[in-house]
């Protein structure tokens, strides 16, 4: 019976950390662009059908990021706002192109990356997390899970992007566990990562 207690406890607790949701709303993306690459708006303008290769995916990746680059870059907005937009957008393109992806039969691509993602994004960072919100408990006084909640979100936002309606990475991950700046975001998210074209 106390190990169902414990269980039912640690369930409860990890549902209210993923549900924290620390100053996601105090930098508004840009809406307008982000209209333009949605997963449908991406659909209609470069088609649906499940049968790229890898360099074909990398291709389409690559192409749309860098329209949104251009979009982003001759934006006259700030850089919080930008760098916000441009982690949404780099989230949203990275989807499109892995449901693109028809080297195997179903999505077995998108499954094996959303796996690689929620270990690179997320899990690998729970332990400095953990260290740090212990950190910060002391040093303030009082219990906090600020970094172990985003963690986690950001887990879930990696291993279930569709369900989640979440970015990986996200903004408030980047910024708050990353320890990254505007511009280093979106410097970042504006730059492919070149070592997976050629795999």
């Not at 649906?48 to 251009?70: G, K, M, P």
């Not at 934006?75 to 192109?97: G, L």
């Not at 690689?116 to 006084?141: E, F």
């Not at 979100?153 to 309606?165: D, E, N, V, W």
Request: aromatic fraction near 8%.
């Amino acid at each position: 019976m106390n190990l169902f207690r414990t269980l039912v406890v640690a369930i409860c607790a990890i549902i209210i950390l993923v549900n924290h949701h620390p100053d996601e709303d105090s930098v508004e993306p840009l809406h307008d662009l982000l209209l333009g690459y949605q997963k449908e708006a991406l659909k209609s303008h470069y088609g649906d059908a499940r049968l790229f290769n890898h360099t074909e995916t990398r291709q389409i990746y690559n192409l749309v990021l860098s329209e949104a680059q251009n979009a982003i870059l001759n934006s006259h907005e700030d850089a919080d706002r930008k760098a916000y937009t441009c982690s949404k957008i780099r989230s949203q393109v990275r989807q499109y192109a892995r449901s693109r992806d028809g080297t195997y039969k179903g999505p077995w691509t998108e499954i094996v990356l959303q796996l690689r993602d929620g270990y690179v994004h997320g899990i690998k960072y729970l332990p400095i997390a953990l260290r740090k919100d212990v950190s910060d408990s002391l040093a303030l006084q009082k219990p906090t899970l600020l970094n172990t909640a985003t963690v986690l979100r950001q887990a879930y936002y990696c291993l279930a992007p569709t369900l989640s309606g979440g970015e990986c990475p996200s903004y408030t991950f980047l910024r708050v566990i990353r320890g990254k700046g505007d511009t280093a975001i979106l410097e970042s998210c504006l730059r492919s990562n070149k070592g997976f074209n050629g795999i």
